[in-house]
């Protein structure tokens, strides 16, 4: 198997909600360009906070939605239904970003929507997770052959990969 390219935040993010997409995100089936869903969370981001400098992309790796104080990085999201993988994506990203020199940062997230904010700060159990346990999962997973197998949620009907795993 080829060595797994760079961590990204996405994938943080879709390993915490389904290991499958994940695997299908990483092995390039996008199934998302479609989905309403995913459209209205691009729509929120790009009518929200309009004033902020936004898309901070560094080293393709992660995508800082927007930084509107000084230290405070932002994500926006749609909503809560997912909110651990939301709260994981920014600290993969603190985590990210600590690793190259940066720190003293915290995490907000925002959900416009909701008119409500969570902050995110990324602890040292948070630092051994992810580097014991989150990442090399990610790994293992994205090295696979095959899609992990079918697991079935709530919240499998809205997912734009839904098709891919049940039809």
Request: charged share 30%; hydrophobic share 40%; proline share 4%.
């Amino acid at each position: 198997m080829a060595e797994v390219k760079a961590i990204t935040g996405q994938m943080i993010y879709y390993y915490m909600v389904c290991p499958r997409k994940l695997w299908y995100f990483y092995h390039n089936l996008p199934m998302e360009d479609t989905n309403e869903n995913v459209e209205i969370g691009h729509l929120l981001d790009e009518n929200s906070y309009e004033r902020s400098e936004k898309h901070l992309n560094i080293d393709n790796v992660i995508n800082i939605d927007f930084i509107a104080d000084k230290g405070v990085l932002h994500e926006i999201k749609k909503s809560k239904k997912i909110e651990q993988a939301n709260i994981w994506q920014v600290k993969y990203y603190l985590y990210y970003l600590e690793q190259k020199g940066v720190t003293d940062l915290k995490g907000k997230i925002d959900y416009p929507l909701l008119k409500d904010t969570v902050e995110v700060v990324l602890t040292e159990a948070d630092r051994e997770e992810l580097e014991a346990n989150i990442v090399p999962a990610i790994r293992k997973i994205v090295d696979l052959v095959a899609p992990p197998v079918v697991v079935k949620r709530n919240m499998c009907k809205k997912c734009a990969y839904y098709d891919l795993c049940y039809i």
